[in-house]
C-alpha cells in the first residue's frame, strides 16, 4: 500500500467529497478526535453503517480511548460510506480510508468492526471490500491487518465467522489491550498468521472460528487446541475502575445520540426472557453517584454540549439515581442544559424522575414498554409490569403535563393467541382514556402512539430454542391487531416483518449462513435497516443460492438436548437455567429480579468470578 | 435587550476540512465552543432557553472562508484578548476565531447588514488559461443577466446588480482564480462557482470549479463597504 501523507490523500479526495451527499461523514477534523499519535501499532475501529448512526456508539467510543491512552498504540476510526461515496471511491480507485489520517485501512494492523445488530452483516462485507482486505479470513495473508469482531451480535458469531479472524465475546476494556498487545508480540516474534491466531485464541473471551470446524449439523464445533470448547465472555469487575469517554468525539453532523453519554450502570436482571441483553450483560453493575455527577459535569464541559443521557439498559433501577438527578437538577440549573433518562420503566417512579429532570423546560418524549397485552402473556415473557402500573405511570405523567406516550409492544411472542393481541387493543383504548383524563381540558391533544415490532427469538434468551412465527401468521396478526386498536387518538406504527425474518435466520443460523450473507451482498444487498434499501426478495434469492430457506432457518425449533449453533460461546448463564426459565415462561410463572431479591440462580456471577456491584437499596416497582 | 448584556463580535474562518460542513453545522459547533470556552453567555427567556448567538450570511457546503462572523452575547463583560484565548482554545483549528470585539447593541444584526462579499475561485483543467477564462467572464456579465439553475429552482441574476466589482483572473497553481466580488440581495446571493461553471463551458475549456473560498464579507456603508469587525 503506497503511503500518502494526509495532505495528498485529502487532495484526492476533495473532488469526490463535492460530488456526495453530506460530505461531512468523511471529512473527521471534529473537537475530540485524536490525530497525529505516531503509534506503531495502528487499529481501525469500525461501525459497520454511516457516521451518523454509528459516530455516538459507547463501545467503540471506549475502545477508541483505551487504545489511544496506551503507548505504542494508536487507534482511528471508520465508518461505511454511503452508496453514493462507495461507488466514486470504486471509480476513483480510492481504498477505504480512517477518518482521522486518511491512511488506507489495508495499511492497519487491526480491524476492528463492532456488530450492533444483524442487518449490518452486508455493510461489514461492504466494508472489508471497500479496504480491498479479502472478505474471508482463510484468503488474508500476513500484510492483511487482523480482523477482529465484537459487539452484541458477537453472541451468534456463526453467520459472520467465516469472515471474521477472531471475535471478542463479551465487554471490551480490559479484553482490547489483551488482543492488541498479544498481536503485537507474536508479530515481533515473526510468528506468521494461523501462529498469531493460535495465540488469540487462549486469550479469555477470544474466538477464533478457523480453529472450530463444523463437524456436521447438530454436532457439536470441533474445537482445535489450544482454542477452548467454549468460549466464556469477558465482564469487568467493576466499571468503577474504567473511567468512561467523557470527552470523546463531538460531531459536526446531526448524528443519532448526538450528546454527552455517560453509562451509569451495566446489566440487568429483570429478566425479560425475550431480551438478549438482559442476558448477555449480567450482572448488574453501577457506578456510584459521585462518580456519576462528576463525569456528568465534566463531559458537558468538555464537550459543549447542552445535553446528557443517563444510559444503560434499564437507568431508572439504579439505586441512587434519584440522589443523582436531584444533585444534577441543581447544579444544572438555568444553564439550559436537558439531562435525559434513555427508557423509562413503567412506574410511577420513573415518571416522576423524568418530571424532575425536566423542572422548567421542555419535557423529553415519554416512553413505556408493556410488550404484551395481557397479564397472562407478561407473565410469560417475565415483564413484571401490570395494568395498573402503566394506567398509574400514564395517569401521573398527563397529569404533569405530557401530553403524548409512546408504547412499545411484541406480536408473536411465545404461545400468544389472539385473545392477547386484542388485549393490546384494550390496553392502549385504557392508557388513552387515563390520559384523557388526566389531561382535563386539553384532552383534545392527547395522543398514544403504539409501536409494534415483531418477535425475534435471540440466543442466550430463554427462548432460543423457539422458531419464529411464519411470515404469513405475523402478517395475519397484524390484522387483527389493526382492528383491535382504537384509531382516533393513536398512531400505530410497525416494524417490517419482512425485516423482522431475516434478522430472525441470521439471528438464529449457524456457519452456512454465511455463504448466504455472502451471495447477498454480491447482489447488491447493503444498509439493509435503511427501510428504503431492504428487500426481501434479494435476500430469499441469496439464500437459496447458497442452498438455503431463509424462512425454515427463521422458523426452526430446537430441544432441550440438540446442540444450539451458538452453543461453544457462553455468555455465563448456565443453558440450564434458560431452560428452567424457558418452562416457567410455559407457566406463566414470573421470575423475580436477582438485584432486589435473592439469586436466582442464573450462575453468571460464578462462571464469571463476579459480583453483583449495587450502590444501594435498589427500589421502585418490583 | 437585557441592559446588562454584552455584545461580542467574534471573526472566525472556516478552512481544510470542514468547508464541507453546512451552515447549520458550522453555527451548531460554533455554539459549542463557546460552551466549551466558558464565557458567561446569555440565554433566552422562555421555554427552552438557548444561547443567544447570531450569524452572518450563511456560506454553501464546499465553500471555504476566512472572515466569517457571529454576534454572542454575554452576561458579564470579559475583556476581548481574554474571550478571544478562551475560544481559541475550545474550538478546533479549522473554525479557529481570529478576532473579537465588542459592538453596539443598536447595529443592525450581520444577517442584515453583511451585503458583499468576496470569492477566491480556483478552477483547474483542460484550457483553462487567465485569458480564457477572463474573456468568457466578461462575456458572460457583459450580457447583463445570469439564468441558473439550483436544486430544480430557475433563478435570473441582474449582473450589474449582483456583481458590483470587476471579476480578476489570475494565475495560480496549476489553474487560475477568479476574484468575485457579490452583491446578497432579493433573489438571494449569486454563487459565484455557478458564475465560473458557465464562464468555463462558454469558453468550452475543459476545466471545472475546484475550490471556492470567501475571503471577506462588507457591510456596505455610505462611506464604502467596512468589515464588520
Ligand atoms: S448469578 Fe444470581 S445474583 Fe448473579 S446475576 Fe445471576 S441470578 Fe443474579
Redesign the pocket.
Known amino acids: 500500500m503506497p503511503a500518502e501523507s494526509p495532505d495528498v490523500a485529502w487532495e484526492r479526495l476533495e473532488g469526490v467529497l463535492a460530488r456526495v451527499e453530506r460530505p461531512a461523514r468523511y471529512i473527521d477534523s471534529e473537537w475530540g478526535a485524536i490525530r497525529g499519535r505516531d503509534g506503531a501499532y495502528r487499529a481501525a475501529l469500525a461501525y459497520p453503517d454511516t457516521y451518523e448512526i454509528g459516530q455516538a456508539n459507547q463501545a467503540l467510543a471506549i475502545l477508541y480511548q483505551r487504545l489511544n491512552a496506551e503507548e505504542g498504540f494508536a487507534a482511528e476510526r471508520v465508518y461505511v460510506p454511503w452508496v453514493d461515496m462507495a461507488a466514486e471511491m470504486r471509480k476513483e480507485r480510492i481504498p477505504l480510508f480512517s477518518l482521522e489520517s486518511l491512511a488506507p485501512i489495508a495499511g492497519f494492523d487491526l480491524l476492528g468492526i463492532t456488530l450492533p445488530y444483524e442487518l449490518t452483516y452486508t455493510n461489514v462485507l461492504e466494508l472489508l471490500d471497500l479496504c480491498e482486505v479479502p472478505l474471508r479470513a482463510a484468503e488474508r495473508t500476513d500484510d492483511h491487518p487482523l480482523v477482529v469482531g465484537g459487539g452484541p451480535c458477537a453472541y451468534n458469531p456463526e453467520p459472520m465467522a467465516p469472515f471474521f479472524d477472531a471475535l471478542l465475546i463479551g465487554e471490551g476494556e480490559e479484553a482490547v489491550l489483551d488482543i492488541v498487545r498479544t498481536h503485537r508480540e507474536a508479530r515481533e516474534e515473526g510468528r506468521e498468521r494461523a501462529e498469531v491466531l493460535e495465540r488469540l485464541a487462549t486469550i479469555p473471551g477470544v474466538y477464533v472460528p478457523s480453529l472450530y470446524d463444523v463437524v456436521s449439523d447438530g454436532a457439536p464445533m470441533n474445537a482445535r487446541p489450544p482454542a477452548p470448547d467454549t468460549v466464556v465472555k469477558r465482564a469487568v469487575t467493576d466499571l468503577g475502575e474504567y473511567r468512561p469517554p467523557v470527552c470523546g468525539v463531538v460531531p459536526y453532523m446531526d448524528v443519532v445520540h448526538d450528546r454527552v453519554a455517560i453509562e451509569v450502570l451495566r446489566g440487568c436482571?429483570r429478566g425479560c426472557r425475550f431480551c438478549q441483553a438482559g442476558m448477555v450483560y449480567?450482572?448488574?453493575r453501577e457506578r456510584v453517584a459521585d462518580d456519576i455527577v462528576r463525569e456528568v459535569m465534566e463531559g458537558l464541559a468538555c464537550t459543549g454540549y447542552d445535553e446528557v443521557s443517563l444510559t444503560s439498559l434499564s437507568t431508572t433501577d439504579h439505586s441512587q439515581l434519584e440522589e443523582v438527578v436531584r444533585r444534577l437538577t441543581s447544579r444544572l440549573e438555568s444553564t439550559g442544559v436537558s439531562v435525559s433518562l434513555p427508557s423509562l420503566r413503567v412506574d410511577a417512579f420513573s415518571v416522576g424522575m423524568a418530571r424532575l429532570l425536566a423542572a422548567g423546560g421542555k419535557l423529553p418524549g415519554l416512553t413505556l414498554a408493556p410488550e404484551a397485552g395481557t397479564q397472562r402473556l407478561r407473565d410469560v415473557i417475565n415483564k413484571n409490569v401490570t395494568e395498573d402500573d402503566l394506567i398509574d405511570a400514564v395517569s401521573r405523567a398527563f397529569a404533569a403535563g405530557w401530553r403524548r406516550v409512546k408504547l412499545y409492544f411484541m406480536i408473536g411472542l411465545p404461545t400468544e393467541t389472539d385473545a392477547d393481541i386484542v388485549g393490546i387493543g384494550e390496553l392502549v383504548r385504557g392508557v388513552l382514556s387515563a390520559a384523557r383524563e388526566a389531561a382535563g381540558p386539553d384532552r383534545g391533544s392527547v395522543r398514544v402512539a403504539v409501536s409494534v415490532s415483531t418477535f425475534v427469538p435471540k440466543a442466550h434468551t430463554p427462548f432460543q430454542w423457539l422458531g419464529q412465527a411464519p411470515l404469513d401468521e405475523i402478517l395475519r396478526r397484524q390484522q387483527v391487531l389493526r382492528d383491535a386498536v382504537p384509531r382516533k387518538g393513536v398512531d400505530l406504527s410497525w416494524h417490517d416483518a419482512d425485516v423482522s425474518l431475516l434478522e430472525a435466520a441470521m439471528a438464529r443460523g449457524g456457519r452456512e449462513v454465511a455463504s448466504a450473507i455472502e451471495a447477498a451482498w454480491r447482489s447488491g444487498a447493503r444498509f439493509d435497516a435503511w427501510t428504503e434499501r431492504f428487500d426481501l426478495t434479494l435476500w430469499r434469492e441469496a439464500f437459496a443460492s447458497a442452498g438455503l430457506d431463509a424462512s425454515s432457518i427463521a422458523e426452526r425449533e430446537f430441544g432441550e438436548e440438540d446442540v444450539l449453533p451458538w452453543a461453544h460461546i457462553s455468555c455465563g448463564?448456565s443453558p440450564d437455567y434458560l431452560w428452567r426459565e424457558y418452562e416457567r415462561a410455559v407457566s406463566a410463572t414470573p421470575t423475580p429480579d436477582?438485584?432486589f431479591d435473592r439469586?436466582?440462580?442464573?450462575?453468571?456471577?460464578?462462571a464469571l468470578g463476579i459480583d453483583?456491584v449495587v450502590g444501594g437499596e435498589r427500589r421502585g416497582a418490583q | 435587550m437585557a441592559p446588562n448584556e454584552f455584545r461580542m463580535r467574534v471573526a472566525y474562518r472556516k478552512t481544510g476540512r470542514v468547508r464541507f460542513l453546512s451552515h447549520l453545522e458550522v453555527m451548531r459547533a460554533l455554539e459549542r465552543s463557546v460552551r466549551r470556552s466558558g464565557l458567561p453567555y446569555a440565554v433566552t427567556h422562555g421555554f427552552s432557553p438557548r444561547m443567544k448567538l447570531a450569524f452572518g450570511p450563511a456560506l454553501p457546503v464546499g465553500t471555504a472562508a476566512l472572515r466569517e462572523h457571529f454576534d454572542v452575547w454575554t452576561t458579564r463583560y470579559v475583556p476581548a484578548a481574554e474571550a478571544m484565548r478562551a475560544l481559541a482554545d475550545a474550538t478546533p483549528p479549522e473554525l479557529a476565531p481570529h478576532a473579537v470585539a465588542y459592538v453596539a447593541h443598536r447595529e443592525p444584526s450581520l444577517g442584515a447588514a453583511v451585503t458583499l462579499a468576496e470569492y477566491d475561485v480556483y478552477m483547474e483543467g483542460k484550457g483553462v488559461t487567465e485569458e480564457a477564462v477572463q474573456r468568457a467572464l466578461d462575456t458572460v456579465i457583459g450580457s447583463g443577466r445570469l439564468d441558473v439553475e439550483h436544486k430544480g429552482k430557475q433563478k435570473v441574476f441582474d449582473l450589474s446588480r449582483s456583481l458590483p466589482k470587476e471579476v480578476r483572473v489570475r494565475p495560480t497553481g496549476s489553474g487560475v482564480t477568479a476574484t468575485v466580488t457579490t452583491r446578497m440581495g432579493q433573489e438571494g446571493s449569486l454563487r459565484p462557482d455557478m458564475l465560473c461553471t458557465v464562464a468555463l463551458s462558454r469558453a468550452r475549456c475543459d476545466g471545472a470549479v475546484v475550490r471556492v473560498t470567501r475571503t471577506d464579507t462588507l457591510i456596505e456603508e455610505e462611506e464604502g463597504p467596512r468589515r464588520p469587525l
Open positions: 436482571t449480567r450482572p448488574v448463564v436477582c438485584s439469586c436466582t440462580g442464573c450462575e453468571v456471577c460464578r453483583l
